[in-house]
């Protein structure tokens, strides 16, 4: 199908006569069920997904028209672009890559050009005209439009929304912000204020709370997209005049102003420089490649990443440096401030006005290296030389709203398309990377050794079926025993602090207790917006979904059968801080995890203290399991190895494999020795049996023969097709008739359909969710071609809601 097939982008004429719907393949689309009550009024369609729908009408002979018309990408989910006149005026000064306002319907949106005609198909009575150019030079390089072009074929979005979302925030709009609005608490309110709406006012109380917490102002729209609320609570609490909402011009990124040490090593170590070699000949051959760097933890992989693009520099070329968010602190951009002179941060927690600013530096070649999360791969970097993209493997790499892109690909595209260096980092690669560096896809450099030229440290599995358990303080009395401690840990844990060291902790999972059970009915108290259970927070005595962040207070009795016998079943992180307090009063314990560490500051302060020895025991979620580098560590302790490997995702293995051996990287890393210890109920896991003998190939291969078996990645391709809404009845039914439909439809071609069932998560923020899996072969690639089918399914279906979601990162 055409991928861009052209519309005339006046009112009646949308998606109708003119040219149809855009581009399908042959075969009636699922005919989407809602409309029946109502059609659109046929001279007002303001909502392009309803007017597409409309049955095409009889087909209009072409009239052509002549003189300039400019096609215009829109952040829209339909597959085409639309045409516009170009006024006269406008002529000479438009170019490919601008933005231009254009009238949409009843609207004025902001797209992008990215083609010109003399003539088109629309008669001239319908065809409307470019309203205002709004850049004096193209903002989307050609580079940036082709990678547009790929992930929109991809991932099954359309091409305006790919361009759009390459743009900062602040350009999708028409006018600028250069304020952000910051929000705070009174210094009046207090615990008598938050009790005031505790009961009553739980978005509120949720909202006021974290700002005491805070004790700072916070960015309105980053903290209420964090809570999950809309601006309505913190605007009513400002009318109770409890918090101030100001507009405030913009300051600048924390990021930038730290800088670390990172002294140059006085040479590289032999792998090191061979790594160095490969990249720099590749440079220089100005060819692209990609490159998967396989270094342990420890072994020197960010000094590869600096000396490729010190090469890369001293060619003339820029560079840009993708690493997961949470990896993405000062001691991080420090490393690359520290070497080189303009490096710019990107990421998803500045201002709008702060990442204008930083892309526009960027764009004009004042920063040649960029940091940033993942969507810094759209930083536009003029002649980029090398993409890193560090931690590889990191599942956040997967954009999870449309585009649904997975950074690492798009990483490698956007070097072939520029002719650069791509390198991808790990000390456990993803399955799919690591399998195409076997087959000579990616250039395979490895790093076997640490730094420090000692061994990685012993991994010690501690079976908790058979070792004895230490006794938590809070059951002593219940008389139950939670497998929390074993004596073991409990043991090395005393001698660590008794030889004044360090340790680390870790359970990926927050709050008290995940579980609220009822002794009477065995039912569990869970939200009633989502298909989760509530987890237990003690300090702040309430119940919160993990998933939607609704909260509330604990009720007295199981809201089941109302018997008085609820208990809290397992342990997060907030627990294992509470247990070791009471078990070594003596002992220095922090907890960092995101209800801790609210802000940026919160965690530096954390990482400064521990790195001073001002903390004994550091017990934390994923925030700790990367990138810590305390060389007084010499114990690392994770308390529940088995908490990611039960998850219904093929991937469980691979991400516990992943994490046990980030984690385990944090020890060790100074002159003392290290030690981990690994607590599960299944010691013979092959993730947890080649984690604990720091094997990634022996895990890599039987996990690959798993996969091959199931046609899993990197055997094989997957789409999940997700259907979301509020009504049941709607998501079944509209799932089955998709899977037909997509069952004709796909007849000719190798995929399987898998489903439709229920997701993992069958209810998320109130809406019921079912899915199916496609799955086909790498090779032909049939889901490829299957695409432009399933991209219209995305637009065509509103109700029940379907989401594409092309290699997903997860099932749930
Ligand atoms: P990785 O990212 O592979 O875990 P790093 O790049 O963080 O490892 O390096 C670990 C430590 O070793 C850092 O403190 C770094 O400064 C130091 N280092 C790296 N290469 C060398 C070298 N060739 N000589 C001395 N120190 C080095
Ligand atoms: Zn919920």
Not at 740 to 769: C, D, S, V, W, Y
């Amino acid at each position: 199908m055409a991928r861009a097939s052209k519309t005339a982008a006046s009112g009646p004429s949308l998606f109708g006569p003119i040219d149809g719907p855009p581009g399908g393949p042959p075969g009636a689309p699922p005919k989407p069920k809602r409309r029946t009550k109502k059609p659109p009024a046929p001279r007002k369609p303001r909502d392009p997904k309803r007017a597409k729908a409309r049955p095409p009408g009889p087909p209009e002979p072409p009239t052509i028209t002549s003189g300039t018309f400019a096609d215009v990408a829109l952040n829209r989910p339909v597959d085409c672009e639309f045409t516009y006149r170009v006024p006269e005026a406008m002529v000479p000064h438009a170019a490919m890559g601008m933005r231009v306002a254009v009238p949409f319907g009843m609207l004025r949106e902001v797209g992008v050009v990215t083609g010109f005609r003399t003539e088109t198909e629309i008669p001239a009575a319908k065809l409307k005209s470019l309203m205002r150019l709004l850049d004096a030079e193209p903002l989307i390089g050609p580079e940036l439009i082709e990678l547009a072009r790929w992930i929109a074929e991809r991932y099954a979005c359309s091409f305006g929304e790919a361009l759009h979302a390459m743009l900062p925030g602040a350009l999708k709009r028409e006018r600028e912000r250069v304020r952000t609005t910051l929000v705070w608490a009174h210094p009046h309110v207090g615990d008598a204020e938050l009790a005031q709406i505790a009961e009553k006012h739980p978005k509120q109380h949720r909202l006021l709370r974290t700002l005491l917490e805070v004790g700072a102002p916070m960015e309105l729209r980053d903290l209420t997209r964090r809570l999950n609320l809309s601006f309505i609570p913190a605007r009513t609490l400002a009318k109770r005049g409890w918090v101030t909402i100001e507009r405030v011009p913009a300051a600048p990124d924390p990021l930038l102003v730290s800088k670390s040490d990172r002294p140059r090593p006085k040479s590289l170590l032999p792998e090191q420089q061979a790594a160095v070699d490969a990249l720099s000949g590749q440079l220089e051959r100005g060819e692209h490649a990609t490159f998967l760097l396989e270094g342990i933890t420890g072994s020197g992989k960010t000094e590869v990443y600096l000396a490729a693009i010190e090469r890369a520099l001293a060619l003339g070329r820029g560079a840009i440096v993708l690493v997961p968010e949470i990896a993405l602190t000062p001691q991080t951009v420090g490393w690359f401030r520290a070497r080189f002179e303009q490096v710019a941060v990107l990421h998803s927690h500045m201002s709008d006005s702060q990442r204008l600013d930083m892309w526009l530096r960027v764009k004009n070649g004042e920063a040649r290296v960029v940091v940033g999360a993942r969507s810094a791969v759209f930083a536009p970097v003029p002649d980029l030389g090398v993409v890193v993209l560090d931690e590889e493997h990191e599942p956040s790499f997967k954009q999870n709203n449309v585009p649904r892109y997975q950074t690492r690909e798009v990483a490698i595209e956007r070097a072939r398309i520029a002719k650069a260096v791509c390198v991808l980092g790990s000390a456990t690669p993803s399955l799919e990377s690591w399998h195409r560096a076997k087959h000579g896809e990616f250039r395979h450099l490895k790093l076997t050794r640490r730094i420090s030229g000692r061994p990685r440290p012993p991994v010690e599995i501690v079976d908790l079926r058979t070792q004895p358990v230490h006794v938590l303080q809070s059951q002593k009395q219940a008389g139950r025993g939670m497998k929390l401690f074993s004596a073991r840990l409990m043991y090395l844990l005393t001698k660590c602090l008794e030889r004044k060291e360090q340790a680390i902790l870790f359970q990926n999972r927050r709050g008290f207790a995940p579980v609220l059970w009822c002794g009477g009915c065995k039912e569990t108290v869970r939200c009633k917006n989502c298909d989760v259970t509530l987890t237990w927070h003690q300090r702040i005595q309430r119940l919160v979904c993990h998933s939607c962040c609704e909260e509330k207070p604990k009720p007295a009795n199981c809201p089941t059968c109302t018997a008085p016998m609820l208990r809290y079943l397992g342990a997060g992180s907030e627990r294992i801080e509470h247990e070791l307090r009471a078990f070594l009063p003596a002992a220095r314990v922090r907890r960092m995890d995101s209800d801790t560490m609210r802000r940026r500051e919160d965690y530096e302060r954390t990482l400064s203290a521990f790195g001073n020895r001002e903390i004994d025991v550091l017990v934390g979620t994923q925030m700790i399991a990367k990138g810590l580098d305390f060389p007084h560590v010499t114990l690392v302790g994770i308390i529940d190895a088995d908490t990611a490997l039960h998850l219904p995702d093929f991937r469980a293995a691979e991400r516990t494999f992943q994490l046990i051996a980030q984690v385990a990287g944090r020890a060790g890393r100074g002159e003392a020795e290290g030690r981990i210890l690994v607590q599960t109920l299944t010691p013979d896991h092959p993730a947890i049996r080649h984690a604990a003998q720091h094997d990634f190939e022996g895990f890599a291969k039987g996990e690959d023969v798993l996969r091959a078996e199931l046609g899993y990645p990197p055997h094989g391709r997957l789409v999940r097709v997700l259907f979301e809404d509020r009504d049941e009845e709607k998501v079944l039914e509209g799932s089955k008739k998709c899977a037909e439909f997509l069952e004709k439809e796909f007849a000719a071609l190798n995929i399987q359909i898998l489903g439709p069932a229920p997701a993992p998560t069958a209810m998320l923020r109130g809406r019921h969710r079912h899915h199916l899996l496609l799955k086909s072969l790498p090779a032909p690639d049939d889901l490829q071609r299957a695409m432009p089918v399933l991209r219209k399914l995305s637009t065509e279906f509103t109700r029940p809601h379907v989401l594409i979601d092309v290699d997903p990162a997860a099932m749930l």
